[in-house]
């Protein structure tokens, strides 16, 4: 190929197929994922983000540089989900400032487009670590600018190519500038999905479609190793070709694709290997319930009625539904201030709830909602001014997202890494003092909240110096990996211990779906003994996957 341009249409067919190379290459991303915790994994979340913006360009028209460019910068703001899912979009934000003021694409201006995309990527995060998807960003950049000075007329073709390889060989020595990615033995995960997206562009480039290099082999997933329960309430109404999609998109995750219709909506079984994305999926279509998600190493797999295409299409669709009524949502009162947290299962959401919680985003670790989620959420409390409880680390960055797209409303991001801070942070607001004052007090006490989160590995892995085998129960802290085991209330008690100090106050347990009231109270009786200076709380939080989400105040 011998060109020094690429116009709209080349742009759009290069676009389209470096989302369906990253789509291809989801799972064995996820894999790369130093902490063995069933997440919302960076190569899903790459994977939303990108197919968010993908939705948008695909049937552009009229098609211009121009308005591609505006398409994949507001489709991927929008979709974000994850911090890898932000800082991508931010990429293709930075890329959008510089291209959408272009007729063509030259090797001139994608100089300019990817010094931009790095500068506008690394001002979204407060604290830029190297050996990420920003350092390999950054070595795309810096690339591309030795070899348009070395050669200003260098055709595009050798450029891309200039470009991925050597975006390749920094990739490579992650493992050097992060030692918790040499311990595990893997590159970074965030910056290999950036290299898969740009090799899908050059192989869309080259007129390549269908026939992206294949992954190389990735340890083996176990298959099958969740069961996932849910019931899906249709929030308005579904097409035939959104539940054909869905359909398809359950077949390709898993299988024993099972569901009924109940009186709150549709029941949905599937075993598959990745229940956030099961669950992501499913937000699409409605309001999810009743989230169970079992182990199926822990406990064995029991039959079920294997429903076909047509009758799981028939269930979900809603013989109650007008497809031409349009839903009429309750006009929540005005008030000065309102609340949203992000949060699963039914016990924390009532007691968020009863703290002063307007609106509930479900979702947290195992599904990270998008920025549009948050912004959905905001649109609906009727408040001036909105506090937002991101309640995860990986949530904070597409809530500040939204906070920046959103104008009407004051946004406050209090940055709350876990559930437990975001009770914290309710608790602690007081309505006779400013929303700055509350603010700042929100803020600060947060940070004395420690927490640790009882869960399963879900592979096998080196971290923090210890060596974790799939099926392990972990104690999950802020800062890392606190205790292995394989009893959960021993491992509980364990990380505890390591927690708590001769200035805690307060032990609170919040137990999940798959534990009994019994067991949780056993533990918390064995906490007030080993800690008498310190009072303990047990209340059913009813997530699922975290065995036990703990704080230590």
């Given at each position: 190929m011998n060109s020094n341009t690429i116009d709209a249409a080349l742009m759009r067919k290069m676009f389209l197929a470096g989302a369906r190379n990253l789509e291809l290459k989801k799972e064995w991303i996820n894999e790369l994922n130093v902490f063995p915790v069933p997440d919302g994994d960076t190569g899903t979340n790459m994977t939303l983000t990108i197919q968010s913006a993908a939705e948008e360009v695909k049937n552009l028209d009229p098609l211009t540089l121009e308005s591609a460019s505006k398409?994949?910068?507001?489709?991927?703001?929008?979709?974000?989900?994850?911090?890898?899912?932000?800082?991508?979009?931010?990429?293709?934000r930075g890329c959008s400032k510089v291209w959408r003021n272009e007729s063509t694409i030259t090797a001139e201006n994608t100089v300019r487009a990817f010094q931009k995309a790095v500068e506008t990527a690394?001002?979204?995060?407060?604290?830029?670590?190297?050996?990420?998807?920003?350092?390999?960003?950054?070595?795309?950049?810096?690339?591309?600018?030795?070899?348009?000075?070395?050669?200003?007329d260098i055709e595009m073709e050798d450029l891309l190519k200039g470009i991925i390889d050597y975006m390749q060989v920094v990739l490579d020595k992650t493992p050097e500038m992060l030692p918790v990615l040499k311990e595990a033995g893997v590159v970074d995960s965030g910056g290999q999905g950036l290299v898969q997206i740009m090799k899908g562009c050059y192989n869309g480039f080259l007129g390549i479609e269908g026939e992206e290099e294949e992954a190389p082999e990735a340890v083996p997933v176990r298959q099958y190793a969740y069961r996932t329960?849910?019931?899906?309430?249709?929030?308005?109404?579904?097409?035939?070709?959104?539940?054909?999609?869905?359909v398809a998109f359950l077949e390709e995750q898993g299988a024993?694709?099972?569901?009924?219709?109940?009186?709150?909506?549709?029941?949905?079984?599937?075993?598959?290997?990745?229940?956030?994305?099961?669950?992501?999926?499913?937000?699409?279509?409605?309001?999810?319930?009743?989230i169970h998600v079992i182990n199926n190493v822990e406990r064995p797999q029991y039959p079920l009625h294997i429903f076909e295409?047509?009758?799981?299409?028939?269930?979900?669709?809603?013989?109650?539904?007008?497809?031409e009524e349009e839903e009429v949502q309750a006009v929540m009162p005005h008030k000065e201030v309102g609340?949203?947290?992000?949060?699963?299962?039914?016990?924390?959401?009532?007691?968020?709830?009863?703290?002063?919680?307007?609106?509930?985003?479900?979702?947290g670790q195992t599904m990270n909602p998008s920025t549009q989620d948050i912004m959905d959420a905001v649109d609906k409390v009727n408040a001036d001014t909105v506090f937002i409880l991101p309640n995860n680390k990986n949530i904070i960055l597409a809530a500040e997202q939204a906070q920046n797209l959103i104008h009407g409303k004051e946004i406050i991001v209090i940055p709350s890494k876990t559930i437990p801070q975001g009770i914290s942070a309710l608790v602690n607001y007081l309505p006779d003092k400013s929303v700055r004052e509350n603010e700042a007090l929100m803020r600060e006490e947060i940070r004395y909240v420690k927490t640790v989160e009882l869960t399963y590995a879900v592979r096998d892995t080196k971290i923090d110096d210890q060596t974790i085998h799939a099926g392990d129960i972990m104690g999950v802290?802020?800062?890392?990996?606190?205790?292995?085991?394989?009893?959960?209330?021993?491992?509980?008690?364990?990380?505890?211990?390591?927690?708590?100090?001769?200035?805690?106050?307060?032990?609170?347990?919040?137990?999940?779906h798959d534990m009994s009231e019994e067991s949780a109270e056993a533990l918390g009786n064995r906490l007030m003994e080993a800690f008498p200076d310190c009072e303990v709380e047990v209340a059913a939080g009813g997530q699922p996957l975290y065995y036990y989400i703990i704080s230590i105040e």
């Open positions: 398409a994949i910068s507001s489709g991927s703001l929008r979709g974000a989900r994850g911090n890898s899912g932000v800082i991508l979009s931010q990429l293709f690394y001002k979204a995060v407060m604290k830029p670590k190297e050996g990420t998807i920003l350092t390999v960003a950054k070595a795309g950049s810096d690339r591309a600018k030795e070899l348009v000075e070395a050669n200003p329960e849910f019931i899906l309430k249709n929030k308005e109404h579904i097409s035939k070709e959104e539940r054909l999609g869905f024993d694709v099972a569901a009924e219709r109940c009186e709150e909506g549709l029941k949905v079984h599937i075993n598959s290997d990745d229940p956030g994305a099961i669950l992501t999926r499913a937000l699409n279509y409605g309001y999810l319930s009743r295409e047509q009758e799981l299409l028939d269930a979900m669709a809603d013989p109650h539904q007008d497809p609340f949203i947290a992000v949060s699963i299962g039914s016990g924390l959401g009532d007691i968020f709830r009863e703290l002063g919680a307007d609106y509930l985003i479900e979702g802290a802020d800062h890392g990996i606190i205790a292995v085991g394989s009893d959960i209330e021993e491992t509980a008690f364990e990380s505890v211990k390591r927690l708590v100090t001769d200035d805690s106050e307060l032990i609170s347990v919040y137990y999940g």
